[in-house]
């Protein structure tokens, strides 16, 4: 059973910078997986933010895009996601999420990263306020 446990957030300014940490078990280094992170504002509908795959292809949301830094070590099943100069409205629950790569994929992985649904295993969130 895949178990994800999320760290690092907490309350900071703007400007600052933040790093987040999820830790990955039931998987082993040999798994081929993706892992990335979403999140959602208080009042609104959780949004993709960054994601790495099998291949260590990176993904990321408009919103964030030059700013977060998505990174993984195979070797301790954890990713990461340093998030700098954070806005207001960045503040939300983080949650790190994984997918397995599956045998046959009907669609790209490249084209569908961002939809939730596309992910079956979710970490308990690690909430991030970012005051102005």
């Known amino acids: 059973q895949v178990h994800l446990v999320e760290s690092g957030g907490g309350s900071v300014q703007a400007g600052d910078s933040l790093r987040l940490s999820c830790a990955a078990s039931?998987?082993?280094?040999?798994?081929?997986?993706?892992m990335g992170w979403f999140r959602r504002a208080p009042g609104k509908e959780r949004e993709f933010v960054a994601v790495?795959?099998?291949?260590?292809?990176?993904y990321y949301s408009d919103s964030v895009k030059g700013r977060f830094t998505i990174s993984r070590d195979n070797a301790e099943n954890t990713v990461y996601l340093q998030m700098n100069t954070l806005k207001p409205e960045d503040t939300a629950v983080y949650y790190c999420?994984?997918?397995?790569?599956?045998?046959?994929?009907?669609?790209?992985?490249?084209?569908?990263?961002?939809?939730?649904?596309?992910?079956?295993?979710w970490g308990q969130g690690t909430p991030v306020t970012v005051s102005s």
């Open positions: 790495v795959d099998w291949s260590e292809g990176k």
């Open positions: 039931g998987v082993t280094s040999s798994t081929n997986y993706a």
């Open positions: 999420t994984l997918r397995k790569k599956p045998r046959v994929q009907v669609i790209p992985f490249s084209n569908n990263y961002m939809f939730s649904s596309l992910y079956k295993y």
